[in-house]
């Protein structure tokens, strides 16, 4: 049995876990490749105009797995902390896909943990019965798979980025000296299928990086400073990602070893344009370097960088104390 | 304190009705007109929704006349509506307009909740005339819904253009003025003989569009370049997915008043195309196009706010719809910067082409 599991969204979040429980219970997992162009364009064309980049992204991940797997692992992420959700357009997702010509069928089960954690083994339960009636196995798997995820979230808080915490989870490390002389510190706040894609972030990080900066993101943030920092807002925020985005924000502008604040955001992302309206007012207050970046379809690489490189001169020039900033 | 709300098509009739029969001082913002949306996209994050901005608009406009207090509702996600209250307050404290806010969040359990906010607003009245208030308001917005619907009926039919336009205007100002059950209910008879009293040509061809989407672009002609009148003088019937009385009744009241069109018949509808809610009205737009094409209707349109996610979902699915039920359909999506004449354009091709479908010539351009 082949399942595929797109590279888009929050696999970013959850592909160690996934892998392993379909592993476990004796799937083969087919990952989608890396973001092309290619793929963009498939997404182009499929997905109706106003959604996203990163969910046209997304379907161009599917729709390269359609021909090549049994079953597609989709599942219609509705809430995965309690009375938080993703986005509408992660609920309507596997609707979206399942139209598609020549799909290949999904398994779209709920997760829905707005309720009460204990939910997701529904879901989880669910998903394996797709490949074995053995409910032990399934159970077995689960708790694998939790601990593969947990390992992958710590890797994470010691400020790897994905990419480089899967290599370590699958020893793929090669072992490199430190590529970049660190001279600054930049925190990048983004939804991780932004900015960790290094297609449609356009590089963004490893880019920051070879121009001295090290980089910080939300997800190296521990929950409980996240949730500590997004408590002083009047309301609590219901958008996960949201939510970590700006506590993270709201952590990083408070730490003085952190030097300004990259803002990416999809165009027309609707949680974004609160919750990144949120930070900018925050950072403006505080008088932090604050730089918002837009990825679409139309975004030139050029300008991006351009832009980037503007930035992080004036964030050197603030701190060398050069005045009028 | 002199309370102010954001506008919704006629929402300020019952909101004014319910708020003044608790004794507040309410100031109900000048119409939605461009310099309220000049406003709003002025202060307005670029990104936010159309509503969000018309809202801010509203709000800065009826502090020039003297609100100094919001009220708002509220919501959990996994829509931005949600969060419009508390950003709308950071806004206009910034732009030094600071104002109160009042949020009403909607109640999850049972309409006790709700009762409880409002009594929050009211001071020291007591139980039995915060439930009267909301009861008045009920009926208002049931009144105001009802003459509505009588529009649409007359509208493509009038042999005098405009009358009922004139008619639906005198009726909603009755309504409007009534300050108590009982003189609204003589309003409410009024109004509806006012547009009954419209001439009708009933043996002419009329085709019927239902109409899906956004809450807040349906509600408020201003935001959707007055639709309904267009389609109405274009020789449309239309019928509207969502009206004010059962929005209450399915929000606010959780269900309490039984004969009315639920969300839950829209949204079991919806289920083969869209098996789960993804905020805002997106389920019940799929599932009110399902049962407007079993109704028979000639076709639907769809319109929304640009960037508005749960209808992005459902316009993604709603050609699954179209092409199982052989119904055309049309998606307007309404930005700040989307022209009328474009919007005329597009409408009229595509009541010519239900037109042609039926097989009735003459309904535009007569
Ligand atoms: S959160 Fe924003 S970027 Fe992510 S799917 Fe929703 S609209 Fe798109
Ligand atoms: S339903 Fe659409 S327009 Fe309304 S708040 Fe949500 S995203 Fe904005």
Known sequence: MRIGIPRALLY????????????????????????????????????????????????GHVLELAEQVDFIFLPRLVSVEHRKYICPKFLGLPDMIRRLDKMAPLIDVNVNLY??????YKAVKKAGSCLTGNKLKIWKAYHRSIVALQKYFRLLQLG?????????????????????????????????????????????????????????TAEQVPEKIIKRYAARLPKKLFWTLGQRMLGAASHYLDRPDISGIVHVAAFGCGPDSMTGDLIERQARAMNAPFLNLTLDEHTGEAGVLTRIEAFLDMVRWKQAGVVGL | MRLTFPHMGNLHIPLKAMLQYLGADVVVPPPSSKKTLTLGVKYAPEFACMPFKLNL???IEARELGADTVVMAGGCGPCRFGYYAQIEHAILKDIGCDMQLIVLEPPEKHISEFILKVRQIAGTRSWWQVIQ??????QKARAVDLLEIASFKARPRELVPGATELAYRQGLALIDGATSSVELKEANKKALRIISGVTQDHSRPVLKIGLIGEIYTLLEPFSNHNLER?????????????YLSEWVNDHLFLGLIKGLRSKNEACAAAAPYLRHFVGGHGQETIGS???????????????????????????????????DFGIPFLTLIMDEQSGEAGLLTRLEAFVDLLARRKGIEEVVNR
């Not at chain 1, 309720?115 to 997701?120: G, M, P, Q, S």
């Not at chain 2, 208030?133 to 009920?138: H, Q």
């Not at chain 2, 109405?232 to 019928?239: F, K």
Request: hydrophobic fraction near 45%.
């Open chain 1, 12 to 59: 970013y979040y959850y592909y160690p876990m996934w892998k392993v429980f379909f592993e476990e219970l004796g799937a083969e997992v087919v990952l989608s490749s890396q973001s092309t162009k290619g793929i963009l364009a498939q997404g182009l064309k499929y997905a109706v105009d106003e959604v996203c980049l990163p969910v046209k992204l997304s379907y």
């Open chain 1, 115 to 120: 309720r009460k954690n204990v939910d997701l």
């Open chain 1, 160 to 216: 790897l980025i994905p990419e480089e915490a899967l290599a370590v989870l699958e020893n793929r490390v090669k072992n490199e000296p430190l590529p970049y002389p660190v001279e600054l510190n930049i925190a990048v706040i983004g939804h991780p299928y932004n900015i960790y894609d290094s297609y449609i972030s356009m590089n963004l990080i490893k880019r920051l990086r070879s121009m001295g900066a090290a980089v910080y």
């Open chain 2, 57 to 59: 608009g509203n709000f």
């Open chain 2, 133 to 138: 208030a909301i009861r008045f308001g009920y």
């Open chain 2, 230 to 242: 267009r389609l109405g003088s274009l020789g449309v019937e239309v019928d509207r997915s969502i």
């Open chain 2, 289 to 323: 196009a399902v049962n407007y094409a079993r109704a028979g209707y000639d076709g639907v349109i769809q319109v929304f706010p640009f960037t508005c996610m749960p209808e992005i979902v459902a316009k993604s699915v709603l050609p699954g719809v179209g092409g």
